[in-house]
């Protein structure tokens, strides 16, 4: 079955560090690849996604992830968080010919951002 | 509004009770899905529906139902609801192979 592993369950970082959130996938076929960040008491917005194209995407507040097909991983990572990251982030990935239903989700990252 | 809402966005119920969830979506997407997000789960698939009148079972089905009269309308109901059903419930629609797009959620508490 296809999955999604989400390596670290909680990532606790101090203000202005970098922070990696690892995320890997099952399968070696063609993907397409999503970030996304649930604030306390809210629902998953979009953070970034792969669709094609270039293998870094970014999104507009400074986080990126980099597409590695031979690794089968989508990492995100943030030069210098700021507390306002402090948030859970999920990796999700969906298959090229597959139904769209099939949008799986890793079990999120817990990023506690400390001053 | 544009957008996907669910209501209510607080519930308690009773144990045995049946309860609706409701979810709606302004996009005209044609997949709808109903999650419920669990400590230590992350977030686990009942039920999906690729267009009106089409569902599908997800990972974890027991214990709910779904319809599908209208595009954009995505009832989940327990039928009988138990305290294992306590969770945050969340509706999401997606349009083609892009990203999902989710509801705020709702908390439901089984007593």
């Known amino acids: 079955a296809q999955s999604v592993t989400q390596l670290d369950s909680q990532v606790p970082v101090f203000e202005e560090a970098p922070v990696e959130l690892r995320c890997n996938y099952s399968?070696?076929?063609?993907?397409?690849l999503f970030w996304y960040v649930q604030y306390p008491n809210q629902g998953l917005q979009l953070l970034l996604k792969?669709?094609?194209?270039?293998?870094l995407v970014e999104s507009i507040n400074g986080f990126e992830a980099e597409f590695n097909k031979s690794q089968t991983s989508f990492h995100l990572r943030k030069p210098s968080v700021h507390i306002s990251d402090t948030a859970e982030y999920f990796c999700?990935?969906?298959?090229?010919?597959?139904?769209?239903?099939?949008?799986?989700f890793g079990k999120g990252t817990k990023l506690s951002v400390k001053p | 509004d544009a957008g996907i809402t669910q209501s209510p966005r607080y519930k308690i119920t009773e144990t045995g009770r049946q309860v609706t969830l409701m979810c709606h979506q302004t996009?005209?997407?044609?997949?709808m899905f109903w999650y419920r997000q669990d400590l230590g789960h992350g977030l686990r698939l009942i039920y999906y529906s690729a267009a009106a009148d089409i569902t599908d079972k997800g990972e974890v089905p027991d214990g709910y139902v779904v319809s599908r009269s209208k595009t954009e309308n995505f009832p989940l109901t327990l039928e009988s609801a138990t305290r294992s059903q306590t969770s945050v419930y969340f509706c999401?629609?997606?349009?083609?192979?892009?990203?999902?797009?989710f509801g705020q959620g709702t908390r439901l508490t089984v007593v």
């Open positions: 399968s070696s076929v063609s993907v397409y």
């Open positions: 996009w005209s997407h044609s997949y």
């Open positions: 792969y669709l094609s194209g270039s293998t």
């Open positions: 999401a629609s997606r349009g083609g192979n892009t990203e999902a797009f």
């Open positions: 999700a990935v969906s298959y090229y010919g597959g139904s769209q239903g099939n949008l799986i």
